[in-house]
């Protein structure tokens, strides 16, 4: 079944899920984030097929958030680098990481923990403003159309919210 292309609703939700929402993406992305670069050490890492992974890496470099690289060419071996626009999804995938340990876990506890290179402390995915730096939470913000909005498919009803939250 081909895949639904989100590209023309007026939404970075979607947009963004064109590039980065199939099911295995985010897991090769936690492994480019780790340091794993070679195909067959992320395929065996995950235990995903080849052809998956290979339409994955392919949707990622096309959207330019990873770029390949031939490393042996006999037999031809790519590895896979996070570009800059690769890397500014660190924050998503922190805050996913986030959520799973809080309410995923189990009772163990969190399967991996993140250490900040700057203090050498446990620390967690969290998202703050920008301008006064306090935590963003779905009650401490509200919606309002921005420069790009317009009325179209996965819009028709969202735009009555944002302008009743003003």
């Not at 028709?156 to 302008?163: K, N, S, T």
Request: with cysteine.
């Amino acid at each position: 079944m081909a895949k639904a292309d989100l590209s023309e609703i007026v939404c970075s939700i979607a947009r963004t899920l064109d590039a980065v929402g199939e099911r295995w993406t985010p897991l090769i992305l936690r492994d480019l984030f780790v340091g794993m670069t070679r195909f067959e050490d992320i395929r065996r890492d995950l235990g995903v097929a080849s052809n998956v992974l290979a339409a994955r890496l392919e949707t990622l470099r096309a959207h330019g958030i990873v770029e390949s690289r031939v490393y042996q060419t006999n037999p031809v071996r790519r590895e896979y680098l996070l570009t800059e626009k690769g890397r500014d999804l660190y924050p998503v995938l922190a805050t996913l990481i986030a959520w799973g340990d809080k309410w995923s876990a189990g009772p163990e506890g969190p399967p991996v923990v993140s250490v900040h290179r700057g203090c050498g402390q446990r620390t967690s995915g969290v998202v703050v403003c920008e301008e006064c730096g306090e935590p963003l939470t779905a009650e401490t913000v509200y919606w309002q159309p921005g420069p790009g909005a317009r009325r179209g498919q996965g819009t028709m009803l969202v735009g009555d919210f944002i302008e009743a939250a003003e």
